[in-house]
């Protein structure tokens, strides 16, 4: 079994809509948690840093955690052209360790 | 604010020619890492450092070195390139100040190896 599961689409929606983007880990020494964007033919780029269960939200968009069912989300709410990129979910266990990354979901948002 | 920069940003390399990617870092990073990026695979990790002088194996170090002489700079090196290694390689960083702080990245470069 994987350490980290993300669907990688691609998930096209129209503009306005709400997306919803999930990962689920199987390591409980998972205690922070990040999303990242990443741009066609551009590093990945910090979105979301959250280090405990429940939302955490930052305008548009909402990182959500269920460490009891290892399971995190992100929504976007009215989803627009320029958030069409891969989102990557990123975990790990804080200090020297690794960081584990999601294979990346690609979004289209679709004018 | 430059953050963590790589270049080059692009190079098509010969199998068995030897190439360093560079990578520089202004935010006095203590921690230091390089990845690679496949289609469909993720990120791996190739090697990483912790500060200046300690440098240290990641998932898929085989065909790679590294050296840290300095907080700033983390160059990558290929020494006998294979078809294996196409692949898009990013650079980043993070504060050791507080161990468990996120990344941050640079713009990859994409190495084609013909």
């Known amino acids: 079994q994987k350490e980290v599961e993300q669907d990688p689409g691609p998930l096209s929606v129209p503009e306005g809509a709400i997306v919803s983007l999930n990962c689920t880990y199987s390591n409980s020494a998972f205690q922070y948690f990040m999303w990242y964007r990443q741009y066609s033919r551009k590093g990945p780029e910090l979105l979301m840093y959250t280090y405990s269960s429940g939302n955490k939200e930052d305008g548009r968009f909402t990182a959500q955690v269920d460490k009891s069912s290892k399971y995190i989300s992100l929504f976007i709410r009215d989803s627009q052209p320029s958030d069409s990129a891969t989102y990557l979910c990123?975990?790990?266990?804080?200090?020297?360790?690794?960081?584990?990354f999601g294979t990346g979901t690609k979004l289209q948002v679709i004018p | 604010n430059a953050g963590v920069t790589q270049t080059p940003k692009f190079r098509i390399l010969k199998i068995g020619q030897s190439m360093t990617l560079q990578c520089a870092q202004d935010m006095n990073h203590n921690y230091m890492y390089w990845y690679r990026q496949d289609p469909g695979m993720g990120l791996k990790l190739i090697y990483y450092s912790v500060g200046a002088g300690i440098t240290d194996k990641g998932e898929v170090p085989n065909g790679y070195n590294v050296s840290r002489s300095t907080t700033e700079d983390f160059p990558l090196r290929l020494e006998l390139a294979a078809p294996s290694q196409t692949s898009v390689y990013f650079c980043?960083?993070?504060?050791?100040?507080?161990?468990?702080?996120?990344?941050?990245f640079g713009d990859g470069t994409r190495l084609s190896i013909l």
């Open positions: 980043a960083s993070r504060s050791g100040l507080n161990s468990n702080q996120p990344q941050h």
């Open positions: 990123a975990l790990f266990s804080g200090g020297y360790q690794k960081v584990t």
